[in-house]
């Protein structure tokens, strides 16, 4: 599992669990491309959380529960404080945990890894202040409040095979070509650009995978019979646990279809039953046409239902395919939308688009205030953060620098530059208005696009229409949310996006 890395399910396979023993091996295919199994350079990869782990993770409740440390800290146990405006943390680690080569894994690594942290950042602040092991097993961190908890130290290295962080920084260095780390498989065999192989490690503190190997293949396309101009690839999640949103009254126009919770338990560490049987995995391999998909969605007025949950896979681009390969209905797809006008409309185009293709969905139209509570409320983790928005009704401040960048420009993608000044923003935890901060913004985005200013929206509607699908995210397509737009100085905002028609 990874922490705060939030991909998105769009697509469920409605498939039977049958029972068979442990074991075994899985090919996994993704697309993206892995130059180095470095952690910290590449933290967004698949691969990464098969074979490293941080202090933290989330259940499938999202959450916290503890990962390399044995608790969480808090008040009523002491080990959570104010101090001189920072909040200060203190961990106990798990007992005799190894790293994969059988050293012992203790908190100097922990503060190790921040020290690379901060070599990366260059002078940024971290929201992690100042790291400090009290001892092998007790951690002390001194961070900004109001950081999300398991966005901290997300993969912890290890400190004994480097003499300084710029060394351990640096992915040339060997140990990075066959690292060693601390989650549940251990790196065998990596041939860049085309492979990585892993075996399940027998000392991991939860006990050894119910998986005996995991093979991931990087950039392999599927399917190439399929249309012009789609990409095909097979992104299977590694890692989380899933969860599925509670289920909303059916629509009874449309055809639903069940997907049982167990199928995705553990898919990469406690992996049993159905996924050894050889047609499930190939009915695993479905096709995705990326830019469709977010050309689709995109200001389409409409919210697919576990769009923003960390946890599952891609909508299927190739439902008949798995179809066949697996006997029955295989793919499923949940859609929420607001009921009356343009989203209503919008949302039954994309069901009869999705339905032609043989895809079994569930679609429910909920009335304004539902729709919004429901994305709100737990069952998206939007998370727009309210001191960005100017805002103060209760949305939740949940920031992750690697899922939610907030800056982009005009061609859509993230600026690095003006996504780092929103976030120090969110951070500081000051509102947008604060002179100083704003300014810097205003100075980037004109940078960016002159003519252009800062223009943060007053309702949910209007902003909600610059959630973007990233549907190139490791953890499958996943919102990225992006608090601003491009707007003429005088405030005037964009005309409003025209939803696509049904075909």
Do not use: C
């Not at 990464?48 to 259940?59: E, Q, S």
């Not at 919770?261 to 479905?286: H, I, K, T, V």
């Amino acid at each position: 599992m990874k922490p705060l890395h939030a991909f998105a399910t769009l697509a469920l396979l409605a498939l039977v669990p049958g029972a068979a023993d442990a074991g075994g091996q899985v090919i996994v295919q993704v697309a993206q491309p892995l130059d180095h199994l470095h952690p910290i350079l590449h933290p967004d990869h698949p691969a990464m959380p098969l074979v490293f782990t941080g202090l933290f993770n989330l259940d499938a409740q999202d959450k916290i529960v503890p990962e390399l440390s044995a608790t969480v800290p808090s008040a009523d146990a002491g080990t959570m404080s104010m101090s001189g405006g920072n909040q200060v943390l203190t961990f106990r680690l798990r007992s005799a945990l190894k790293w994969h080569d059988g050293r012992p894994i203790t908190a100097h690594d922990a503060v190790f890894t921040w020290q690379v942290l901060k070599a990366q950042a260059g002078g940024t602040q971290l929201p992690i202040r100042e790291a400090k092991a009290l001892d092998n097993d007790r951690l002390q961190l001194r961070v900004v409040p109001g950081t999300p908890m398991a966005s901290l130290l997300q993969f912890i290295i290890p400190r004994h095979p480097f003499r300084s962080p710029a060394e351990a920084l640096d992915p040339k260095h060997p140990f990075w070509q066959q690292p060693a780390g601390s989650g549940p498989f251990r790196v065998i065999e990596w041939i860049p650009g085309k492979h990585l192989r892993v075996d399940a490690f027998k000392d991991y503190y939860r006990g050894r995978p119910a998986l005996d190997q995991i093979m991931v293949q990087f950039g392999r396309p599927l399917l190439p019979s399929m249309a012009k101009n789609v990409q095909v690839w097979t992104d299977i999640p590694l890692s989380w646990w899933p969860k599925l949103n509670p289920p909303a009254q059916p629509n009874a126009r449309w055809r639903l279809a069940v997907t049982p919770q167990s199928l995705w338990e553990g898919l990469r560490f406690n992996l049993r039953g159905p996924l050894r049987d050889g047609a499930l995995r190939q009915a695993l391999l479905r096709g995705i046409d990326r830019k469709k998909l977010a050309t689709d969605v995109f200001g389409d007025a409409a919210i697919l239902a576990e769009g923003v949950r960390p946890h599952g896979v891609p909508v299927a681009f190739a439902p008949s395919e798995a179809k066949r390969l697996w006997g029955r209905e295989a793919v499923a797809l949940r859609l929420i939308y607001p009921s009356g006008g343009v989203h209503a409309a919008t949302a039954e185009g994309l069901v009869r688009q999705w339905q032609a293709m043989d895809v079994t969905v569930q679609a429910d139209a909920l009335s304004r205030d539902t729709y919004q509570a429901t994305v709100m409320n737990g069952a998206f983790d939007i998370a727009l953060s309210d001191r960005v928005m100017g805002r103060d009704d209760g949305l939740s401040a949940y920031h992750s620098q690697h899922t939610l960048p907030l800056g982009t420009n005009e061609s859509g993608l993230v600026d690095a530059k003006l996504d780092q000044l929103l976030q120090a923003e969110v951070m500081a935890g000051g509102d947008s208005t604060k002179a100083s901060r704003k300014a810097a913004v205003d100075a980037r985005l004109t940078e960016l696009a002159p003519g252009a200013a800062l223009f943060f929206y007053p309702t949910w509607h209007a902003y909600r229409q610059d959630l973007v699908l990233d549907a190139t995210s490791p953890w499958g397509p996943t919102w990225r949310v992006y608090t601003w737009r491009r707007v003429v100085v005088d405030g005037t905002p964009p005309a409003k996006r025209t939803p696509p028609t049904a075909q």
